[in-house]
């Protein structure tokens, strides 16, 4: 799945445009290397996204095209 559809369907960032401007922005890391909003994600994969000063890191655990608001926070773990 593309990165910024998976941060959209994960309610990790609420829009698709906003993740792909973080993403154009560098402020997305997969695995420890910048990530491009079209970069392909994996279960397994470690996220680390900087929402201003404030750095937050989530490993994926699973990867689904659609989700329930409830059900959305079972698609990572903040570590």
Known sequence: MRL??????????KRR????EACE???VEINGKVAK???EV??????????GEKIVEYKIAAIKEHVLKDEAKELYEII
Request: charged content about 30%; hydrophobic content about 40%.
């Open 42 to 51: 994996k279960i397994g994969d470690i996220l680390k996204i900087t929402f």
């Open 4 to 13: 910024d559809k998976y941060l959209k369907v994960s309610r990790i960032i």
């Open 37 to 39: 909003s079209s970069s």
């Open 25 to 27: 922005k560098g402020l």
């Open 17 to 20: 445009t906003v993740a792909k």
